[in-house]
């Protein structure tokens, strides 16, 4: 089955601090991975994607994900994490369904920065 | 222009009423898709539009219909709804099929009663 997981449901980390977000998948052939941030109230907004090529994809905001093909894994990461980093952030991979590509979801992890 | 833009943004209705939720876009993209969100949870793929053909209809109930009057325009029409139809229902729209980067509207709040 394809699938997407994030671990965590809520991530703390201290403004200034280096954050991570976990996500993990499985799907048929390469896969292609994205990271989607959601503020309230609003429609999810792209990050960054990996289809092919390096393993550290850099992204929107100062963010970046580190690809893991032995561990199937696409890790969203920020050296330096912002109050306003605060948000719903959903990790996705593109799965092959009878209709074609679609995106599947996982089920979203919490960042809340301190001050 | 990179934007998606769905109306109304809020909508309450009965559950005998007919509404219709809009979505439009100027990117040239050729893929459309209706998205449902429950409060804290992914959103869940509904309907998927290519080149104004519907290719992936996730198995959603009549009361839900689509429509892509063309390149630009999406839309779900919604009649007899249930309360547990409520949810935030988001547009998205990528380039193609294969370029799954999906740009989406700010959605709409649906709440039947």
């Known amino acids: 089955a394809q699938s997407v997981a994030q671990p965590e449901d809520q991530v703390n980390v201290a403004e200034g601090n280096p954050l991570t977000v976990k996500c993990t998948y499985s799907?048929?052939?390469?896969?292609?991975l994205f990271w989607y941030v959601q503020y309230p109230n609003r429609g999810l907004q792209f990050l960054l994607k990996?289809?092919?090529?390096?393993?550290l994809v850099k992204g929107s905001y100062g963010f970046e994900a580190e690809f893991n093909k032995s561990q199937t894994s696409f890790h969203l990461k920020k050296p330096s994490a912002l109050v306003s980093d605060s948000a719903l952030y959903f990790c996705a991979v593109r799965a092959i369904n009878t209709g074609g590509f679609k995106t599947i979801f996982g089920a979203g992890t919490r960042l809340f920065v301190k001050a | 222009d990179t934007e998606v833009t769905q109306t109304p943004k809020h909508l309450v209705m009965g559950m005998t009423n007919k509404k219709s939720l809009k979505c439009e876009q100027h990117m040239g993209h050729r893929a459309m898709y209706w998205y449902k969100q429950k409060a804290k949870k992914p959103p869940e793929l509904m309907f998927v539009?290519?080149?104004?053909?519907?290719?992936i209809n996730e198995s959603v109930p009549s009361r839900f219909s689509p429509e892509c009057p063309n390149s630009s325009l999406l839309n779900l029409h919604l009649h007899a709804l249930q309360p547990e139809d409520s949810a935030l229902y988001l547009c998205a729209s990528s380039k193609d099929r294969g370029n799954e980067k999906l740009f989406f509207g700010s959605g709409t709040q649906l709440s039947v009663l």
């Open positions: 990996y289809i092919t090529g390096d393993n």
């Open positions: 539009y290519s080149y104004e053909k519907l290719s």
């Open positions: 799907v048929s052939g390469n896969p292609y």
